[in-house]
């Protein structure tokens, strides 16, 4: 059975930085898209990266671009979301996806102005 938990969310001022962290087990991190998605109350999921497993690109949303950096941790099974320059349209709940079917339960990230 796949389980994918974030941690790392919390309240930040604008400005701050936060770093989350999605942990996956029973599936090989090594093998597999990992991505992250957010939503704000009222709003859509939106895209915010996604790393294709087979060594390319990481690519982001345009609005977290330059900002953010996604990163994988295969040894310990964990992928990273480091966000820097947070702004306060960045307050969402924060999905972790892997395998581009299994999702975590959230992480909220409040950013105050």
């Known amino acids: 059975q796949v389980q994918v938990v974030e941690s790392g969310g919390g309240l930040v001022q604008a400005g701050g930085s936060l770093r989350l962290s999605c942990a996956v087990s029973?599936?090989?991190?090594?093998?597999?898209?990992m991505a992250w998605f957010r939503q704000a109350p009222g709003k859509e999921r939106e895209f915010v990266a996604v790393?294709?497993?087979?060594?390319?690109?990481?690519y982001y949303g345009d609005s977290v671009k330059g900002r953010f950096t996604m990163s994988r941790d295969n040894t310990v099974s964990t992928v990273y979301l480091q966000m820097n320059s947070l702004k306060p349209e960045d307050t969402a709940v924060y999905y972790c996806?892997?395998?581009?079917?299994?999702w975590g339960q959230g992480t909220q990230v409040t950013v105050s102005s």
């Open positions: 996806n892997a395998a581009e079917q299994y």
């Open positions: 029973g599936r090989t991190l090594s093998s597999i898209p």
């Open positions: 790393d294709r497993w087979n060594g390319g690109r990481i």
